[in-house]
């Protein structure tokens, strides 16, 4: 027998190993519509070939959740702690782990734990690729620019940079409102 009295100090255990049993069902759900939401990221990139079409809110938001989630398993529901009537009164310390046993809590926290390591790999793997693209396009900005300073320079040491700097300056854009502007500068 698990729970050889019962009595108020027994019921708090039994209270908290149940609590810690609901709540560990409520995070396997929570990670798996985590799992899901990954699994039809996943999709889109084998369809897609790319993560443009990834809605990067969604994956910034399963990050998230996944470190909350891991956060409040550890801290609020005390996954990893021993029961605060089992701490003061050994005597229930073999109520506490006969119930942990019982509802297989270490057990389902580890695979909740390796779920969610799951999950935190594939998101390091999109933030990554994503870093990537946004530094790819980056390097593609300051190449083009470069190019343009370049183009400036030879035009100015060519010569028909002064004129056409001028012209540039003393250019005026037409208005689309009834402007007086002639586009041609004077």
């Known amino acids: 027998c ?12 039994i209270s908290n190993v149940m609590a810690q049993s609901v709540a560990l069902d409520s995070y396997n759900d929570t990670v798996d ?4 939401d990954f699994e039809r990221i996943n999709k889109a990139v084998v369809q897609e070939g790319n993560l443009a079409t990834v809605d990067r809110d ?9 470190n909350s989630i891991f956060i409040e398993m550890v ?11 089992a701490w003061n009164l ?11 046993e019982e509802f297989d809590i270490e057990q389902r926290f580890e695979h909740i734990e390796f779920k969610l390591n799951l ?5 390091k ?18 190449i083009v620019l470069i190019m343009f300073e370049c183009v400036l320079m030879c035009m100015e040491m060519s010569g028909v940079g002064g004129s056409f700097f001028e012209y540039l ?11 007086t502007g002639t586009g041609t500068g004077t």
């Open 2 to 13: 698990i729970v050889p009295e019962l009595n108020m100090k027994a019921v708090d255990v």
């Open 119 to 123: 999950i935190q790999q594939n998101a």
């Open 33 to 36: 519509e985590l799992l899901a």
């Open 75 to 85: 801290s609020k529901v005390g996954i990893k702690d021993r029961i605060d009537t």
């Open 90 to 100: 050994s005597q229930y310390e073999d109520v506490s782990q006969g119930l942990i």
């Open 58 to 66: 969604k994956l910034f938001k399963a990050v998230a959740a996944n």
């Open 169 to 179: 300056g003393s250019w005026k854009p037409t208005t689309s409102l009834g402007g």
């Open 125 to 142: 793997f999109f933030l990554e690729v994503l870093a990537h693209q946004k530094s790819n396009s980056l390097e593609w900005i300051i």
